[in-house]
């Protein structure tokens, strides 16, 4: 059967959506490593991740129950709920590429002031203190405070590495985005194509 019947579209949406389910479950599990190693303490940062990995889970699952029982409804739905997931991910990936070092800058210091715990993971992890200037008065949990050097601020650190992961975000994102007008437009054929195998005169 040609890549346009109705068993490769099937295989094609049920395929895409495995893939969803795994980068679910993967989602979960680094969530999950990382606050079981201690390399994560902050609840929030950990939270986001695991409900954005069951949220992409739900979604496969409705779309390869939808898939494989050709339900109308749920491929709607799925439709529906993956165009909208679309264009806020492409738009979020694109300014995650769009973003100038002033810009990226002024991103951090705003997460910086206002996640502590994450703030306290990043002085440990980097072994530097405060964001731009260290206040002595403040505690830090790096280890370079222990010593006779003093501290290191952790802007410039965090700032080699936040062009990179930006764009690596930005990219990956971008990358998934386009699987997901993919599953549009293979869920929108596959609502109008009829099953070989039911009755030839009943449009499922």
């Avoid at 200037?133 to 601020?153: E, L, Q, W």
Wanted: glycine share 10%; charged share 10%; with cysteine.
């Amino acid at each position: 059967m040609v890549c346009g019947g109705f068993a490769c579209s099937k295989n094609c949406l049920c395929a895409l959506n495995l893939l969803y389910t795994l980068v679910s479950l993967l989602l979960i599990g680094i969530a999950a490593w990382g606050i079981g190693f201690g390399l994560i303490s902050s609840l929030r940062v950990v939270g986001v991740v695991i409900a954005v990995g069951i949220f992409l889970f739900l979604i496969a699952l409705v779309g390869l129950i939808g898939a494989v029982k050709h339900h109308q409804v749920l491929l709607f739905f799925y439709m529906i709920i993956l165009l909208l997931v679309f264009i806020v991910q492409f738009s979020v990936s694109c300014a995650c590429l769009a973003l100038n070092q002033e810009q990226q800058g002024q991103l951090l210091e705003v997460g910086w002031n206002n996640t502590a715990s994450a703030r306290n993971d990043i002085q440990r992890n980097l072994n530097c203190c405060g964001f731009r200037s260290f206040n002595p008065n403040d505690t830090c949990p790096a280890s370079c405070v222990k010593s006779d050097h003093p501290c290191s601020p952790c802007a410039p650190i965090i700032g080699e590495y936040a062009g990179e992961v930006l764009r690596f975000v930005g990219g990956i994102g971008l990358f998934f985005s386009f699987t997901e007008i993919l599953g549009v437009w293979l869920t929108y054929r596959y609502r109008n194509q009829k099953d070989p195998r039911a009755n030839p005169s009943a449009f499922l």
